[in-house]
């Protein structure tokens, strides 16, 4: 079955430095979705990815998606406090979507 | 419009009984999927439900069960429960539509068994 990894599992970093969070899968992906969830809350929908290589833009967050789409990352430029929280992958094969086990970004000023 | 709807928000049990949970999804939706959430095993995928049929199933024991009714309002249902049952039980909705596949979730139910 597909197997998704996420890394890195944690991330602490200062206030205004770069984060990155990567998605792996074993297989070929139909597309990936990416959430994040604040701490205490639910997991929010940042975006889809579905083309190869694709790449989207969000404010200072970035989503790649590999040329093989078997893998996807996502970039913070310049943290800012209100960053905080997990991140999840969610990789669509076949009919199912399974969460990556998440990394959990922490930010101090 | 109103997001997905979970209740309880909080539920104590012991160990044997068994509980149910419900999920009222946003007006329109007719696809549910439920996730259990454990610091241990992040976010696993129990079931979906599309036109109260079920569409995908994770890989849970069949203590684990659920429906969805004409109104696409959802329940799940945990029989003979276990310690390693505690978790947050998360559900989500989306419109059931390839083209728009991202889930929309609720603030989920904490479940500790006891």
Redesign the interface.
């Given at each position: 079955g597909q197997q998704v990894m996420q890394i890195p599992q944690y991330q602490h970093v200062q206030e205004g430095e770069d984060f990155t969070t990567y998605c792996n899968s074993s297989t070929t992906l139909s597309n990936i979705q990416w959430y994040k969830q604040r701490p205490g809350g639910h997991p929010v929908f940042l975006i889809q990815l579905v083309k190869s290589g694709e790449v989207k833009k969000q404010k200072r967050l970035t989503f790649q998606f590999g040329e093989a789409k078997k893998n996807s990352s996502l970039h913070i430029t310049a943290t800012q406090t209100t960053d905080v929280g997990t991140y999840f992958c969610a990789p669509r094969g076949g009919n199912k979507l399974t969460f990556g086990t998440g990394t959990q970004l922490k930010v101090e000023l | 419009k109103a997001g997905v709807t979970q209740t309880p928000r909080y539920l104590i049990k012991t160990r044997g009984q068994q509980v149910t949970l419900s999920c009222s999804p946003i007006s329109g939706h007719r696809s549910v999927?439920w996730?259990q959430q454990t610091p241990g095993q992040?976010?696993?995928?129990l079931f979906e439900y599309f036109s109260e049929t079920q569409?995908?199933k994770?890989n849970f024991p069949g203590r684990f069960s659920g429906r969805q009714f004409s109104n696409s309002r959802s329940e799940m249902n945990v029989s003979t429960l276990e310690l390693g049952d505690s978790a947050l039980y998360?559900c989500?909705s989306s419109p059931g539509d390839p083209r728009d596949?991202?889930?929309?979730?609720?603030?989920?139910t904490q479940l500790s068994v006891l």
């Open positions: - | 999927s996730y992040g976010l696993q995928f569409r995908n994770g998360l989500a596949e991202k889930l929309f979730f609720g603030s989920g």
